[in-house]
C-alpha cells in the first residue's frame, strides 16, 4: 500500500476526529456567566491524534507480525510457557508485601487489582467458556457486598461467617436472572443482563430503609485472626491479635493480613476454575460456547448448563464482593454502576476468554493504571477506549489468544 492512500485515510480519519471532538470538546460551559469558553486547541490536537494513529496504523501491523513469528520459534511451548509464568506471578505476589520498594499504597492497590481479577474469573464462567453475554455482572458483586454489609451491620456476622453465604445468595441471583433468560442469545442476552444490573443499582439506591440509599453502609466489619482482630485496641473481653502474639499494632498488618487472605482465595478460585474446566459441567459450557444445537442433539441439556454457568459465576463474583466490602469498609451503589460491569467484560475480552492467565495481566493493568494516572483522570475513558480498539486491531482474541484446551488427547 503506497503513502498516498495512508495519507488519505489518515487525514478522513483527522476529519472524523475534528468534527466530533468540536461539540464535544470544542465548547466549555463557563462558571463565571459569559456562557461558553472555547477549546480549539483540543480540537486540533485530537484530529492530529486521529492523523497520526491511523497513519501509524497502516505500519504497524506488518512488522507486529514479524514479532509474532519471530517470537513463535523462540518461544517455549504453551505447556510449559504457562505454568512457568503462573509460577512466577504467585511468587512475586506471596513475596510483595515484604520487597523494599512495597508500601502500604501497593498492597491495598493489589488488593484492588486481585478483587477485579476474581471478577474476571467469574465472568470468564458464563463469557468465556458457556459463550454467554453477560453485561450486568455488577449486580452480582453487589449482591455480595450487601448482603456482607447489611448481615454485619443487623446480626454481627463476621467477614467469615459471611463469606459463603454471601456466596450461596449471589448463586441464588444467578439463577434468578438465568431462568427468565434460558431462551435467549446474543444481543438480547446481553440487553437483558444489562437491565437486571441497572435494577439491582436502583432498588439499592431506592430502598433507604433497608440498603441505606444513597448513604450506603457504613463499619464494615474486616476479616479477623481466628476471632482476633488485627485493631490497637479491641471492646472488652476480646483479646486483639497484637495482644496475643504480644506484637505492636502497625497498620501495615491489616492491610497485609486482608492482602493474603484474598490472595488465597484468588488462588482457589483460580484452582476451581481449572478443575471445573476438565469435569463434565465444564466441557458441557464450551460445548454449548460452540453450538447449542449440537449440545442438544448430544442429550445435553442447555437449561441446566445455562443455570449452572450463571450460579458459579454469580457466586465468585459474590465473593469478590464480601472482599470488596472489607477492603473500603462502605459500600453505595455508586460502586455498582454499568461502568463497572463495562470494566470487568473488558478484562475478559482484553485478557483472552478463557485465558486464566490472560485474565490476571489484564485485571491488573485495568486496576491499577487508574491509580497511576489521577491527573488524566477525566481522560480515563479516552484511553480506555483507545486501548480497546488496539488490542481488537492486533489481538482480537485478547493477550494470550490461545490456552490449553480442556482435554487433551494423546496419539496412539
Known sequence: MGWAPRLKDAALAAL???????????????????GFTTRFDWVAIAAGAAFAGKLLLGL??????????????????????????????VAFAVLLP??????????????????????????????????????????FYAVGAYSFALAAHWYGLTFWEMLPLAGLL?????????LPVLRLRGDYLAIVTLGFGEIVRIVLNNWSPV????????????????????????PEGVTTFNDFFHLAYNP??????LYYVCLAAALVINWFSLRIRRLPVGRAWEALREDEIACRALGLNPTTIKLSAFAISAMIGGFAGVFFAARAGFVSP???NFQESATILA?????????????VLAGVVLATLPEFGRDLAQFRMLFFGAAMVAIMIWRPRGFFSTRAPSVRLDPP
Open 211 to 234: 440498603t441505606g440509599g444513597p448513604n450506603g453502609v457504613n463499619d464494615v466489619p474486616r476479616p479477623t485472626f481466628f476471632g482476633m482482630p488485627i485493631a490497637a485496641r479491641a
Open 98 to 139: 515484604v520487597l523494599p520498594f512495597s508500601s502500604r499504597a501497593l498492597v491495598d492497590l493489589a488488593t484492588v487489582a486481585l478483587i477485579y481479577v476474581m471478577l474476571g474469573w467469574g465472568l470468564n464462567i458464563v463469557v468465556g467458556l458457556a459463550g454467554l453475554l453477560n453485561l450486568g455482572y455488577a449486580a
Open 347 to 359: 478484562i475478559v475480552v482484553l485478557g483472552g476468554m478463557g485465558s486464566q492467565l490472560g485474565i
Open 16 to 34: 472524523v476526529a475534528f468534527a466530533l471532538a468540536l461539540p464535544l470538546a470544542g465548547f466549555q460551559t463557563a462558571d463565571t456567566g459569559q
Open 334 to 336: 455508586e460502586s455498582f
Open 170 to 178: 449471589a448463586a441464588v441471583s444467578g439463577i434468578l436472572l438465568g
Open 60 to 89: 504497524v501491523p506488518r512488522r507486529f507480525h514479524l514479532r509474532q513469528r519471530a517470537a513463535r520459534r523462540t518461544a517455549l511451548p504453551e505447556n510449559q510457557a504457562m505454568p512457568i509464568a503462573g509460577a512466577a506471578l
Open 252 to 257: 501495615m498488618q491489616r492491610v497485609m493480613f
